[in-house]
């Protein structure tokens, strides 16, 4: 192991870089200068930062969404930061829900009553999802990460009720 150095482009600190060996460790130095990569210190602040501007943007428009209580202020805030990351993900979800039922149903005698039934179940979904005041599932279930998973939380959702929303199109 080989260890270079080079300073932080926001606070000067000097920061060490380990490498297999001289040249390693020079290149890594060199490398993270370049790319104005900050010590720890400033990259936790500057997460930090970037976080209060998007609450503060979140906060301001609250959209008609509920506001979430039942946690500390820290947990409602960030439960509010996490469903406006998660709502536009889910918005895609239902539509590319609809457009697979269309897809799978296309052949089907009784398509357009299966797939109004798709397009009720999800958009009814996607507005008690919306509505939800459950801190619980703005936290856990969804998380700072949810828009990825969005197309499964919706599944989740649909799933326990789908023979009750969308009958006909479960018939098939
Ligand atoms: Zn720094």
Same mark, same amino acid.
């Given at each position: 192991? +080989? ?23 020079? $290149?890594? +130095? ?18 930090? $930062?970037?976080?209060? !501007? ?77 509505? !939800? ?16 998973? +969005? ?10 009720? $789908?023979?009750?929303? +969308? ?6």
């Amino acid at each position: 192991m +080989a260890k270079a150095t080079y300073s932080c482009p926001s606070c000067g600190k000097t920061i060490t870089v380990e490498g297999r060996n001289r040249r390693d460790a020079d $290149r890594r +130095a060199a490398w993270y200068a370049e790319q104005e990569k900050l010590c720890r210190a400033c990259e936790q602040a500057e997460f930090k $930062r970037a976080y209060e !501007t998007e609450k503060q943007a979140v906060l301001a428009s609250a959209d008609g969404l509920p506001v979430l209580t039942g946690g500390t202020d820290k947990q409602n805030d960030f439960a509010a930061v996490c469903r406006a990351r998660f709502l536009p993900a889910l918005e895609a979800a239902a539509d590319a829900t609809v457009e697979h039922a269309e897809r799978i149903c296309r052949n089907r005698d009784d398509r357009d009553q299966a797939v109004a039934e798709v397009r009720e179940a999800v958009s009814l979904l996607v507005r008690e999802i919306r509505e !939800t005041g459950d801190i619980d599932f703005w936290l856990d279930t969804v998380g700072p990460s949810g828009a990825a998973r +969005a197309d499964e939380i919706l599944l989740k959702a649909f799933q326990p009720r $789908r023979h009750d929303l +969308a009958p006909t199109f479960m018939r098939g």
